[in-house]
């Protein structure tokens, strides 16, 4: 299975993807033999990958360097690029190759510290790939002096060097950045796309695969992890009985509290299961003595460790919240499509009697007020307002309509 089929719905950029990856190797082929350059090329050093969430911006990204550093025998033969099989594309998807480095944001930004090792290492030639990759997960996350950074990089690259920034829109990166790279801009993938994906690819039931698909209207990584994990698909019905249960303002603060307790239970999920084994990697890898005592002038790395592991707990919080939200924006455009009358499908069939039950009782402006309530709830947490008074600010309104 190639590392395209990770690519939901998107043919254009597939094939976008392909034709570059057939250049790219061409290019790294002839130099290796002495020959002569092709004149023209769909391979160039800077990648911009845009698309709302979901869509699959960090996946092409992934499958497109996977494509880079396949060492498949087929391409010889006239295959393309990106077997799947091979070490350079396993590797690459697993995010185990020595030439492929993952930048990610752990906090709400990404500093200019996390980036300089990267930057450095970017101007290397690769040590036993065929390209040098930096992909950049959370572009819009570079901070003015860490963008400053990846910019100076992607003005004069190395010769063999790739650089993949994912970004929700192209507005999101520095218009200096921007202009340097090749554009690529993903949709959201249909719902029977994505259903079709999780069948083949997780071997769901068609019936749930297609439930999960609707609920997160055609988010891939949430679509999949509704089909296969019942912890979220109860966190998700708690989530969406909250609009019922909001009668009196105390109701409202308890509903608020749930909900950022439920995220603060997955973040320290994630904490137990990464920080602990974090940390004692790092306490071999500096040479801790048996019994935890750490060598002198180690205490600074590990008080670094200590506070990307804080902002990384904060950020998983966050991520959570945002995933409710989205669930709630989408039961209320359901519940605005039973006022107007509509005849769009509708993601939350599961919670039918709740959604009749609100188009009856309210009216299509109020559910458009709470709409947007939800919306300056999201914004409050991009500013980083504390989320319990973020999110009990969003309950009330939510009452009041």
């Known amino acids: ?3 395209w089929d990770d690519l939901v719905g998107q043919e254009k950029v597939s094939a976008a993807l392909e034709a570059a990856a057939r250049d790219a190797d061409r290019l790294v082929t002839a130099a290796a033999a002495d020959e002569p350059l092709p004149e023209a090329s769909k391979m160039t050093h800077a990648w911009l990958f845009t698309g709302p969430p979901g869509a699959g911006r960090n996946q092409a990204a992934r499958a497109f360097a996977a494509a880079l550093q396949c060492v498949s025998p087929d391409r010889a033969l006239g295959g393309t690029p990106g077997c799947g099989f091979c070490d350079g594309c396993h590797t690459a998807l697993l995010g185990t190759h020595a030439d492929v480095t993952t930048v990610a944001a752990v906090g709400s930004e990404i500093l200019v510290k996390d980036m300089r090792d990267t930057v450095r290492k970017s101007f290397t030639s690769p040590a036993n790939g065929r390209w040098q990759i930096i992909l950049v997960e959370d572009a819009e996350r570079l901070n003015e002096k860490s963008a400053n950074a990846v910019l100076k990089a992607v003005e004069e690259p190395a010769p063999r060097t790739v650089w993949l920034l994912c970004a929700p829109s192209i507005e999101d990166v520095l218009p200096t950045i ?3 790279c090749r554009h690529l801009n993903l949709s959201t993938p249909s719902v029977a ?3 079709d994906m999780l069948v083949r690819r997780d071997g769901i039931e068609p019936q ?3 439930a999960a698909a609707r609920a997160t209207q055609g988010h891939v990584d949430r ?7 019942p912890a979220a698909r109860e966190r998700r019905a708690a989530v969406l009985k909250l609009p019922l249960r909001l009668d009196d303002i105390g109701a409202c603060l308890k509903a608020a509290q749930e909900l950022v307790d439920a995220a603060s239970e997955d973040a320290k999920q994630l904490a137990e299961e990464m920080d602990g084994k974090e940390t004692e990697e790092l306490k071999a890898a500096l040479g801790a003595a048996q019994g935890g005592r750490m060598p002198r002038g180690t205490a600074g790395v ?9 902002r990384r707990r904060t950020r998983t919080q966050r991520d959570s919240l945002d ?3 989205g669930d709630l924006t989408g039961f209320y455009r359901d519940v605005l499509a039973l006022q107007l009358g509509s005849r769009i499908a509708l993601a939350n069939e599961d919670a039918g009697d709740a959604l009749e039950r609100l188009a009856r009782a309210g009216s299509a402006e109020s559910t458009l007020r709470r709409i947007e309530a939800i919306a300056a709830c999201r914004e409050a947490l991009d500013r980083n307002v504390a989320p319990l008074l973020a999110v009990e600010a969003m309950t009330m309104a939510l009452r009041a309509g």
């Not at 679509?223 to 994990?229: F, N, V, W, Y």
């Not at 590990?302 to 804080?310: G, S």
């Open 223 to 229: 679509a999949r992890r509704l089909a296969t994990d």
């Open 302 to 310: 590990m008080k670094d460790l200590e506070d990307m592991q804080k």
């Open 193 to 195: 796309a994505v259903a």
């Open 323 to 325: 995933v409710a939200l």
């Open 208 to 210: 749930v695969a297609e």
């Open 1 to 3: 299975m190639s590392v």
């Open 178 to 180: 921007r202009s340097r």
